[in-house]
């Protein structure tokens, strides 16, 4: 939400530079925090890091996170005058948390971002572990960070491309289509493929940032400003409460897919195959709510009720 006070027409490329900042930050300071560990040790490290990180957004939200536009003298994305926002509805107040909720576009919204980012952690948190029997752990690291690198450059794509007046959902649907075919690839490699194994890789992290930050971007479009906040907030916590329970129902699924196996390895079609499924899922929860913030009941106000 620091984002949203300065950016309106642009904001998908500002949100996706934003997050990019976070990949890459994960990719630059892992190796300085083994560097510290190696050298000072895991609690000094923690405690000189958590130190840093404190500090640096203490000054930063001094500095520039507490200003808005209009305390600069200007609009958001710079303009000189209000351009034409990308957004479905005007500036109603805010509605009651019950009605938010209870409202199609929020209900098909919320669940195509929990169901979407569920499937999502529940392929990262094994997906090195299925790789390494035919990449071996270094090749499987380099996947890891090939995945990383396709989930910039897909986010980037996405940010700084998306039409003015794209339907977000469906741009988040076909994300999680590019994602299932990536299982179905998967699939096809039978765990000894590596050239497959690497192009699902490419096709499944091509949507990993966007997964994250295309929600905030369809709240935008479809909810009135006064409830995009709390449209954001509340689909953020269902899907933090959703996705914490995927890394053990995946590895229950790798049990399962691996039973009457003599050898005792997991059976990674029928993984990958209950991931592309779950994907098309949260695609179909986000076509369903297609308009929906547009077709909903009136309130005595004149205000959507959606």
Known sequence: M??????????????????NGASVGGVLFSPLWI?????????????????VMAITLWLLSDVFFSLTPEAVGTRPDGDANMA???????DY???????????RAFVTYAAGFAIGLFVQVG??????????PALGAQGAGFAAGLATLCAIAGRTLVGWCLPAGADRRVVAAATYA?????????IMAGGQSVPLLLTGVVLFGLG??????????IAQSEFAPADVPRAIALSTAISQATFAFAPALFGMIREWGSAGDAAG????????????????????????GRHSARIGAVSDTGDPAA
């Open 2 to 19: 620091m984002i949203s006070p300065w950016f309106d027409r642009r904001r998908p490329a500002a949100l996706s530079t934003a997050y």
């Open 35 to 51: 560097a510290l560990i190696a050298l000072i040790g895991f609690p000094a490290t923690a405690m000189i890091v958590g130190a």
């Open 84 to 90: 034409v926002r990308p957004r479905a509805l005007p």
């Open 93 to 103: 107040p805010a509605r009651p948390g019950r009605q938010l909720m209870a409202s």
């Open 123 to 132: 392929i990262i948190a094994h997906l090195i572990s299925l790789l390494v």
């Open 178 to 186: 590019v994602q299932a075919a990536g299982c179905m690839v998967f």
């Open 208 to 217: 990993i940032g966007n997964v994250t930050s295309l929600p905030p971007l």
């Open 265 to 288: 390895n997991p059976d990674v079609p029928v993984f990958f195959m209950v991931a592309a499924a779950v994907q098309l899922i949260a695609a179909f929860a986000y076509l369903l």
